[in-house]
């Protein structure tokens, strides 16, 4: 098994880098995180004055965490001097994510990392509680939180750095593009970007301590980005959008804590797939887990290399289009596997049609009842019930 990808003209040792978080945030970090076993990791955002993050900064919620926090706390001057230097003595590829508050200063940045021995540079669009961490450290002021409608300065910094660097040069969009994700897709690649990373967090977001009422977070009104498997649906939808609209190499991010997810990512068009709440909540260990279960996987799939599955998902949807399929609007009834079947009975548990039974500790689905909806299929942790989702009309 080859688990070797290419991406934007490098060669990465497998699909899986460290998306930009705390396991970014020194060199000494990087290099730690990078004998995980991980083909890259992104530092945590270079920016020219070190950010200062509001304390409590992190929340755990249901389905991953709240951050806000900003840029690295490291001034620029340490990661183009010992910072990347010594991330480059583990065993990843070092990509410098950094920000500039103007186009010119984010390419002099670029050219600065790439001095100092980064691999590509990765330029992030915003984080959804940006407006709440720029009010916390200048205080008095009163920054909304960002409406990021106008996409000429990114694709201005993107023809600057362009202009100034070598290294390929990627740009991360926010989740808050949900709705607009082709358009930011386009507009970077029009600007000269080598690749796209999705997504940063999605929020504005906020929780609640219910024993004083306090936001969880510590900012001026405690809200936060939302990261961890909350977000993936929505992100892994929006890298699918991007490949269907641009032919740039993508990595996909947001809640990949599985083997299992990242091959979701693959199929959606990825060619590489970050990974950050999973390794900052369950440790380093997660990355070389996810590692090793991908190569499994991909055995059990009959795949030679991650390559093969890329865009599959894309090519499906694809082919429901040439045939003009009509979507599925009648029963179909789930197969129950006997032989698989442990009788847990997760599918009695969630089926409000009262179709799915456990008897004599089998589960037998009423096709009198069943309304073919799927839920059973997707809760049976055994694969034990299968569903011909697609004969369609
Ligand atoms: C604690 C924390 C810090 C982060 N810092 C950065 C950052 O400095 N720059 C950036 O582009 N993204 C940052 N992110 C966003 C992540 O790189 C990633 O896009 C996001 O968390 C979604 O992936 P996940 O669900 O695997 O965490 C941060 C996320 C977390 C949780």
């Not at 919620?61 to 480059?88: C, H, P, T």
Request: proline content about 6%; overall charge negative; hydrophobic content about 40%.
């Amino acid at each position: 098994m080859k688990l070797t990808s290419s991406f934007c003209g490098l060669e990465y040792k497998n699909p899986i880098v460290v998306a930009a978080g705390v396991h970014g945030r020194d060199g000494a970090t990087i290099k730690e995180v990078s004998a995980s076993g991980v083909a890259g990791v992104c530092t945590k955002t270079i920016v020219s004055q070190p950010a200062v993050d509001v304390l409590p900064s992190f929340a755990k919620v249901s389905g991953g965490m709240l951050n806000s926090v900003f840029g690295s706390d490291k001034n620029a001057e340490y990661w183009f001097g010992e910072g990347i230097r010594q991330a480059k003595e583990g065993q990843a590829r070092v990509i410098a994510n950094l920000a500039g508050f103007t186009p010119d200063e984010a390419a002099g940045l670029a050219v600065k990392a790439e001095g100092a021995g980064a691999d590509m540079i990765e330029v992030p669009t915003h984080c959804p509680h940006m407006g709440e961490i720029l009010n916390a450290m200048f205080p008095g002021t009163n920054f909304p939180e960002p409406k990021l409608t106008d996409l000429e300065p990114m694709k201005q910094s993107v023809r600057l750095i362009k202009q100034a660097v070598k290294i390929p040069v990627i740009v991360k969009l926010s989740g808050t593009f949900s709705h607009i994700v082709r358009e930011w897709a386009q507009g970077v690649k029009e600007a000269g970007a080598d690749g796209i990373a999705c997504s940063d967090a999605l929020g504005p977001a906020l929780s609640i301590d219910i024993k004083t009422g306090q936001p969880s977070l510590g900012g001026p009104r405690g809200v936060g980005g939302l990261t961890g498997p909350a977000i993936m649906p929505i992100t892994l939808r929006m890298v699918l959008e991007i490949a269907a609209s641009v032919d740039l190499p993508i990595i996909g991010v947001g809640g990949v804590s599985s083997a299992e997810d990242v091959v979701q990512y693959l199929m959606a068009g990825a060619t590489l797939v970050g990974v950050c709440t999973a390794g900052h909540v369950n440790g380093i260990k997660r990355y070389s887990r996810i590692i090793v279960d991908l190569e499994r996987l991909l055995e059990i799939l009959g795949v030679e290399s991650p390559a093969d599955l890329r865009g599959l998902t894309l090519k499906k949807i694809g082919e429901r289009r040439e045939k003009n399929l009509q979507a599925v609007t009648e029963p179909v009834v789930p197969t129950v596997l006997v032989e698989a079947c442990t009788g847990c009975g997760n599918c009695e548990r969630v089926c409000v049609y009262g179709a799915a039974k456990v008897i004599d500790k089998i589960a037998r689905i009423d096709p009198e009842l069943c309304i073919g909806c799927g839920l059973c299929v997707s809760v049976c942790p055994e694969d034990a019930l299968v569903q011909e989702y697609y004969r369609f009309r």
